[in-house]
């Protein structure tokens, strides 16, 4: 069976930092890419981040870039993504999911696994 549990989020002022959590059971992290994902109240699903164990490959929405930095422990088959300097418009439910390509790969988040998904974790970002 596989699984993808998300942990991690909760409610921060802005400017405040969280780390998530994205942990795995039924394939290894050394087979798929991970991506996150993220929906905020009426808008459309959006990537994130993703890391690739295969080359070590990773990559970020500009509108995250330098202020989240994604990174794996595949020891323990967990994909973590820390989230400093959060802003109110980063207030969405937070999803990881298994990545058919490499991180490299432009629209990475085209690629997703369609039953390789958590059932998310909310982060909310106060003003």
């Known amino acids: 069976e596989v699984q993808l549990v998300e942990s991690g989020g909760g409610l921060v002022q802005a400017g405040g930092s969280l780390r998530l959590s994205c942990a795995a059971s039924g394939f290894s992290f050394d087979d798929y890419a991970i991506g996150w994902f993220r929906q905020a109240p009426g808008k459309e699903r959006e990537g994130v981040s993703c890391?690739?164990?295969?080359?070590?490959?990773?990559a970020y929405a500009d509108s995250v870039k330098g202020r989240f930095t994604i990174s794996s422990d595949n020891a323990k088959n967990t994909v973590y993504l820390q989230m400093n300097s959060l802003k109110p418009e980063d207030t969405a439910v937070y999803y990881c999911?298994?990545?058919?390509?490499?991180?490299?790969?432009?629209?990475?988040?085209?690629?997703?696994?369609?039953?390789?998904w958590g059932k998310g974790t909310l982060v909310t970002v106060s003003s």
């Open positions: 890391i690739s164990s295969s080359d070590g490959s990773t």
């Open positions: 999911a298994a990545i058919l390509s490499l991180c490299t790969v432009g629209n990475w988040y085209d690629y997703y696994a369609l039953d390789y």
